[in-house]
Structure formats: structure tokens, C-alpha cells
């Protein structure tokens, strides 16, 4: 991955997430002032320019240096956090994540090695990462948001680890000619890699393929992939063991069939809804640094919502929605929207219906006055992606997957009203998710723009649910 950053990068595509880069940005900034004040290193291209600030700072011997950044042997690191103690320093590594995975014992180990090879006396190394248990009342706690675990010995154990694995790689980089590798599951764990696409094209893998069967660990893709298992036709040819759903979606593409429906279970679905139908589909986001009382880190934040009623099977539907203003905690006046949208006594349909379900349990829980009413309301949710992911009905187009973003096109084929990719703007639930909690940052024309497009996108994911019903109600209507 290291080589193709310098010699191919054009061949990468971005896989991070734009709201998860920004929740890290925001946390490293709050991180700073957990021992109180600080001096930061202004990041610089030149890496010696920052190195040469760190350096001076050690010599006014400020208690606290965030960005404190070494050079040894070419190796260049930038630590979150420099303290000094009456004993040494403490090195401390920020996390945005809500415990301390293998991978971050890794990377302080790497900070530990440049550090102590710059005579910087590290007497104790710890990874810092939020504590999701801290629910926000008032000021920001920092002593509360923040957790802190000692790593020191894990990364004086690692330092010859450390030291051959730059060597290695400094060979691995002085290569030419693009190195052979062979794809495997450290494509994608501990994260996905940019090149992914590029190195299956390489191998000649084709489309679908092993990777594609859903419900299949990544480990067990690759070990087929490694035993020469990786074509639909491979895998029936050399009897791999398939659980239904697996053997469905692998014999649909092969015969090419139009659909599989199981009329039956669809049918007891069906019986299961009563009109008038209320489709409902909520936009929230997540604060790594809660900003509102009562909320704790990363709890999902509803900010809009889309409802489509039905009066009647078939019926020409109405639709309401509410977007709160930007700024502002949204949840009262989500819940109070709610209340007067959404009868007690009705139906409800979501898709994957926990998350519905989940949101409107907690503003029932925050908000006591309007408790019943909610409770009720949660109660009387029906999941539409139980026939999808049920597998009753089922087209080769839809890969496995059930999410309704799949679904729709596979149903609803050519219909430019239900075309995501038309949108303009917000295509997907990550992007309303960054869109929303960036609005204050807008002018207020830019502001009405990115409205509009969070309010499309949101009534389309709804709409999607009514057309989707339809073909349901269609497939088991046909003889």
C-alpha cells in the first residue's frame, strides 16, 4: 500500500468516511487541553521545520507539547501528546474510538521507538480514547469523556519488532518495478485498503465472485480465493458448503433467472400490515465530543425525518417531514413532530425498523410528557426488509444484499423518480450525516440549498418503501 501511495496513487480509491475524519479532527483538538495548557506545533510540509518548534519548546521546558514531532533514521512521527514529568516525559496517542484495539498499540509503539531513539526519556506511553459511558451535563468534562490505558510495556516489547519492520520496509520501497503481492485478508483488516479494486483487477477476479457472496466471513472469502475457489461456478463445481441463502444467490446469477418469490411468506407479511400504512424513515448523526446535554458519545443524534401515509392499499400517498433547524438540539421538536404525524393506533413500516424503533424509545425515554404516546407509537413498527432479507423475494441484481438501496433498482428498474444517483447533493445516509451538523458553517443561501437536498433525499427513502410495498402486493397478486 506504502509503494502504490508513492508510485501509483492515482490508482486508490478514498475509502474514509468524511463525518468519521472530521469526529477524529474534532477529538484530537479537544484532547490537547486534558492536562490543561499546552503549546501546539504547527503542522508544516517540512518536517524538520516542526521538529525544529518541538525542540525548542523541550528547551523552554513547557510542561505540555501537542503535535510534538522527531526524525530518526527518516522515521517521522507526530505525538498527540508530549508530557513532562518530574521522572521523564509521557507519551500520549489519541483515539477517536471507544476502546483500545491492536492496531493502536502498534502505532504508539512506532511513536515509543522514534522518540526513545531521540533520547527523549519516555517513561510511561498510554492510547487515550473516549469513554462512551460519559453522558454530558453542563461544561465538558474532559477528565469523563477521556480514558486513559498504559501501553509502556507493550511498547518496550515491540522495539525490535519495530526496528525490522521499518528496515523491511525500506527494502520493500526501494523497488522499481511494482512489487507482486497477493491480495488476502489484509486487503481489508484492520481497515479496508484504497487499492483494494485495483489489485482484484489485477488478479483477474471477476464480477460476481466469492467476495460477493453475502454473509460469508472475509477470512473465509480469502481462504476459498486461496484454494482457487473464487467464480459462482467454482463453488458449485467444487460442492462448497452454502447455507440457502448463499445457494440462492449463487444459482440465481447462474441461471440468470428473473426472480425468486415465495408467495406464501410474502403473503403472511402482508397480512401483518394494516392501512392507513405510515412509512417513516429518520437522518441522524453522531457526535464523537457530545455538544448537548444528555447525550453521550456517538449516540445517534435524529435531526429529520420523512413520512409517507397510505390510506389505502394502492392510494396516492401524502406525505409530511420535518428537518430541525441547524444549531439547535433537534430532539424535542423531533418528538413533538412526531407525536402530532404519527397516530397511536396505526401501522408503522420502516426498513431494518430497529433503528426506527431504537430512536423513538429514546426520545420516549428523554422526554416524559410525551412518553406514552412514543412508546405506543415504537410498538406498532413493521420491518419491510424481512421479505428481502428473508430472501422470499430475491433477484440476481440484488447480490446478496438487502439494503434498499439495492432493492429499489432491482424492483423498480428505469424509473428516474427513484434514481438516488440523480440526486443533487446528498446521495446517502453518510453524506446527510456530514451535511447536517455542517450547516452553521454555511452561508444562509448555501444553507437553503443543502435544506432542500437533505428534505430529497430523505422523502425518496420513504417513497422508495411505498414502491417497494407495491411490488410486493404485485408479486403475490400474479399467477
Known amino acids: 500500500m506504502l509503494w502504490m501511495d508513492l508510485n501509483k496513487p492515482e490508482e486508490g480509491i478514498d475509502k474514509a468516511s468524511q463525518s468519521v475524519l472530521e469526529n477524529g479532527s474534532r477529538v484530537g483538538d479537544a484532547a490537547m487541553a486534558y492536562f490543561g495548557d499546552y503549546k501546539e506545533v504547527p503542522f508544516s510540509y517540512d518536517k524538520k521545520e516542526m521538529c525544529d518548534v518541538t525542540d525548542a519548546l523541550l528547551k523552554e521546558n513547557t510542561p505540555v507539547i ?3 514531532s522527531f526524525l530518526y533514521d527518516d522515521c517521522f512521527c507526530s505525538a498527540d501528546i508530549l508530557r513532562k514529568m518530574p521522572d521523564g516525559f509521557e507519551l500520549i496517542e489519541v483515539k477517536s474510538s471507544t476502546g483500545v484495539h ?17 533520547k527523549i526519556p519516555v517513561v510511561r506511553a498510554y492510547v487515550m480514547y473516549i469513554n462512551n459511558q460519559y453522558v454530558r451535563n453542563g461544561a465538558l468534562d474532559l477528565q469523563q469523556l477521556f480514558a486513559l490505558k498504559e501501553l509502556t510495556e507493550e511498547c518496550k516489547d515491540r522495539l525490535e519488532t519495530v526496528k525490522k519492520i521499518i528496515g523491511d520496509t525500506k527494502t520493500y520501497l526501494a523497488q522499481t518495478e511494482e512489487p507482486a503481492r497477493d491480495i488476502g485478508l489484509y486487503c481489508e483488516t484492520p481497515y479496508d485498503c484504497a487499492y483494494m479494486e485495483y ?3 489485477l488478479k483477474g477476479i471477476p464480477s460476481p465472485s466469492v467476495f460477493d457472496i453475502g454473509r460469508m466471513s ?54 401483518t400490515l394494516t392501512y392507513p400504512l405510515y412509512y417513516l424513515d429518520f437522518e441522524t448523526f453522531q457526535q464523537a465530543i457530545p455538544e448537548i446535554d444528555g447525550i453521550r458519545p456517538y449516540e445517534q443524534i435524529p435531526f429529520q425525518y420523512s413520512l409517507h401515509v397510505q390510506r389505502s392499499e394502492g392510494a396516492e400517498p401524502e406525505h409530511y417531514e420535518f428537518l430541525a ?3 439547535e438540539d433537534p430532539r424535542r421538536k423531533i418528538a413533538e413532530s412526531l407525536v402530532k404525524d404519527i397516530p397511536t393506533d396505526v401501522c408503522l413500516l420502516a426498513y431494518n425498523s430497529s433503528v426506527e424503533r431504537g430512536i423513538i424509545e429514546r426520545l420516549a425515554g428523554t422526554f416524559p410528557d410525551l412518553h406514552d404516546h412514543l412508546t405506543e407509537v415504537s410498538k406498532n413498527i413493521k420491518d419491510l426488509a424481512v421479505p428481502f432479507s428473508k430472501k422470499y423475494y430475491y433477484t440476481k441484481e440484488m447480490g446478496g444484499n438487502y439494503s434498499i438501496k439495492v432493492v429499489l433498482p432491482a424492483l423498480c428498474s428505469g424509473d428516474p423518480e427513484l434514481d438516488y444517483h440523480a440526486l443533487d447533493g446528498i446521495h446517502n445516509g453518510g453524506e446527510a450525516m ?14 437553503e440549498v443543502i435544506r432542500n437536498q437533505l428534505l430529497a433525499y430523505c422523502k425518496l427513502d420513504t417513497l422508495a418503501m411505498v414502491k417497494v410495498l407495491a411490488k410486493l402486493y404485485q408479486a403475490v397478486s400474479e399467477t
Open 434 to 447: 456530514s451535511a447536517f451538523p455542517d450547516l452553521v458553517n454555511h452561508t444562509p443561501e448555501e444553507i
Open 218 to 271: 472475509a477470512a473465509k472469502k480469502y481462504q476459498y480465493y486461496k484454494d482457487g475457489i473464487i467464480t459462482y461456478d467454482d463453488l458449485i463445481h467444487k460442492k462448497v458448503k452454502l447455507n440457502a441463502n448463499q445457494l440462492l444467490q449463487v444459482n440465481e446469477y447462474r441461471n440468470q433467472s428473473p426472480a425468486h418469490i415465495e408467495k406464501e411468506p410474502i403473503k403472511q407479511f402482508l397480512n
Open 66 to 68: 501537542c503535535e510534538a
Open 102 to 118: 491492536d492496531i493502536y498499540v502498534e502505532d504508539l509503539a512506532y511513536q515509543y521507538y522514534v522518540l526513545t531513539n531521540c
Open 325 to 327: 433547524k441547524e444549531g
Open 199 to 201: 489489485c482484484r483487477a
